[in-house]
């Protein structure tokens, strides 16, 4: 499940750099007003940086308790691996 939720995220991050050559390009064509350009880049900047700002904090708890979980399991293993004696 995280694979896909950080592939999503990447995937909205490139689409937005996308989005923004393009408007880039548009402006260097003359197609765009300039003072349009910068509004509608600072929106799609914003709008990005809301979603990972949210999605990493929702992530960030994920992993915290994922790596809670796989040091208890370490820990576990450890404990078993001191009661294996020694290969003669």
């Not at 950080?6 to 050559?21: C, G, V």
């Not at 900047?45 to 708890?61: C, F, G, K, V, Y």
């Amino acid at each position: 499940m995280k694979t896909a939720i950080y592939e999503s995220l990447s995937a909205i991050n490139q689409a937005t750099d996308q989005i923004i050559q393009h408007i880039a390009k548009l402006l260097a064509l003359g197609i765009v007003h300039p003072n349009i350009a910068e509004f509608r880049t600072s929106g799609l900047e914003e709008i990005r940086a809301h979603i990972n700002h949210h999605i990493t904090i929702d992530l960030s708890d994920v992993e915290r308790d994922d790596a809670a979980k796989f040091e208890d399991q370490k820990l576990e293993i450890e404990e078993r691996l001191k009661n294996i004696p020694p290969a003669s």
